[in-house]
């Protein structure tokens, strides 16, 4: 490497639900720089929003909010005909909301969830609108986009932070979307092909796609799913694998400022 890399880790976390508790926020946040907090519309309620909140600023861990579609039932996974307007509205009432829980009333950065993320990746009107309820929120909110997707190409066109994200256990096809979930093997599983892969995207800025390809995926930030099994077992390894690697893990603000 002849260049030291700086790169973000981030999870999505805050998924439990009333009396359902989901994922191992509390170990892997020891291993991550930036927190994807539910925010009650796919997961999550205002009693978990307040203790994963708690949990990442007692860890020093960046939040960020993690809108989705309104669907608990299908742990927003399933495409909704949401108008831009909606879409916008939805996206300011979950961003708010998570906002009054933190210390400072101020958030890091935000990443929608699921289908509304996938929705975004190819679909202007969406990506426009979500781009903009963040941007009118606050206009220092850094946007986690897909790395290479139209939902960049809006944000950048938008002039606001944005921050390319790539996943160190999920395959993507070879136009660089993720493959759906529906399809074996759209999850990784092995904490060394998880490590290998998220070595390479963020030494070499490449992925392999599902085609056995290689595609360029440059990323700021890697995602690990907090509820995928062994997620805590990937993230401790990333992490060290980075470091031992001369890769500074930072937050997203420290590497886009």
Not at 29 to 39: G, P
Not at 231 to 249: D, H, L, N, P, R
Request: proline fraction near 4%; charged fraction near 20%.
């Amino acid at each position: 490497m002849s260049a030291t890399v700086a790169i973000d880790l981030n999870a999505d976390i805050g998924e439990s639900y009333a009396s359902y508790k989901m994922g191992m926020d509390e170990e892997i946040v020891k291993h991550i720089t930036s927190a994807n907090i539910a925010c009650g519309f796919h997961a999550g309620d205002p009693d978990w929003m307040a203790q994963t909140v708690a949990l990442a600023e007692e860890h020093g861990v960046s939040i960020g909010a993690h809108p989705a579609y309104p669907d608990l039932a299908g742990f927003g996974r399933r495409d909704m005909a949401l108008t831009p307007d909606e879409v916008a509205h939805a996206i300011t009432y979950q961003v708010g909301a998570l906002t009054a829980f933190t210390k400072g009333k101020k958030l890091a950065h935000v990443k929608p969830h699921g289908a509304l993320y996938n929705r975004a990746v190819g679909d202007k009107d969406i990506a426009a609108a979500i781009v903009k309820a963040i941007r009118k929120i606050d206009d220092e909110l850094i946007h986690v986009v897909l790395a290479n997707s139209v939902w960049e190409d809006v944000a950048r066109n938008e002039n606001v932070l944005v921050a390319r994200e790539c996943y160190a256990d999920r395959a993507v096809t070879p136009e660089g979307t993720l493959m759906p979930r529906s399809q074996p093997g759209s999850v990784i599983h092995d904490v060394n092909e998880v490590t290998s892969r998220s070595l390479r995207l963020a030494s070499e800025g490449k992925v392999t796609a599902s085609d056995g390809n290689d595609i360029d995926f440059a990323a700021d930030t890697i995602c690990l799913h907090g509820d995928t099994p062994g997620a805590v077992e990937m993230a401790a390894s990333v992490k060290s694998t980075f470091e031992s690697s001369g890769i500074q893990v930072k937050p997203l603000s420290s590497i886009l400022g």
